[in-house]
């Protein structure tokens, strides 16, 4: 099953019928299992169609491209974090004493407030990581998609990780900072703790809103980028680019 990658990661592409004209499927993908598998080279050897596994690379890169487009245009618009349970953000761990405290109060209206407008940041800094997904795939190199091929149901998305994490935290740093001004998240934040520091006896808490945001908005893209490949690689007739529709539409 997990050798199946090169069928498409492509999420929003066009469904393919296995039909007369793609008899040999199953002898297409054999062949490219083992171009894939043995080939040193990114230029080298032909097998499916005349193409060489430079070109099937590629066509796995734009699956890949494809499938992390997507991913970022579903996290990055309105409610993409705050109206999906699966990647939604809390309230930082560490205002869990704010809390307990304004809920008390009857002041959870002001929390409510505090944690929708941390998803809106999350939302808006998301389509920074276009760009970086751009820059990841183009610096794969053969042995890079050899790896991704035969290695485990998220290589792709550990190899992103890998490549990615750092670079996109500090792209997406200052633009949630800003994000989290614009969309009020400072001001309802500043006017939780004023609240609460007027509440006696309670401990002293405190948060750092951006790297939170930073930190659970690269969780949710690299969330769902594992749940498209693993998608795919159990159903890997189920979507295809252009690129890959020729590699395995060959006679």
């Known amino acids: ?26 002898d297409l993908l054999k062949k490219g299992q083992e171009m894939l598998g043995g080939s040193k080279s990114g230029g080298g050897s032909s097998g499916i169609g005349g193409l060489s596994t430079g070109e099937i690379t590629q066509g796995l890169k734009e699956a890949l491209r494809v499938g992390s487009d997507r991913v970022v245009t579903q996290v990055g618009k309105s409610d993409g974090y705050n109206g999906d349970p699966a990647i939604h953000l809390p309230l930082p761990g560490s205002l869990k004493s704010v809390q307990s405290a304004l809920r008390a109060a009857g002041m959870s209206g002001m929390l409510d407030d505090l944690e929708l407008k941390l998803n809106r940041a999350a939302e808006v800094a998301a389509p920074k990581a276009k760009t970086l997904f ?23 998305t550990r ?47 405190k948060a750092n809103l951006t790297d939170y945001v930073v930190e659970k908005g690269m969780d949710g893209i690299f969330h769902y980028l594992a749940k498209e490949e693993a998608a795919i690689r159990q159903n890997p007739l189920k979507r295809s680019t252009e690129v890959l529709k020729k590699v395995f539409g060959s006679n």
């Open 159 to 205: 190899y992103f990780q890998g490549k990615m994490t750092k670079p996109l935290a500090a792209e997406m740093a200052p633009v949630v900072n800003e994000s989290l001004s614009e969309v009020g998240a400072i001001k309802s934040y500043d006017s939780v703790m004023g609240q609460y520091k007027q509440i006696p006896f309670v401990p002293d808490a």
């Open 134 to 156: 751009v820059d990841a795939i183009a610096a794969m190199s053969v042995d890079d998609a050899k790896k991704i091929y035969n290695g485990p149901d998220d290589a792709a």
């Open 1 to 26: 099953m997990r050798r199946m990658i090169l069928a498409g990661f492509a999420a929003s592409a066009l469904v393919f019928t296995v039909g007369p004209g793609h008899a040999q499927f199953g």
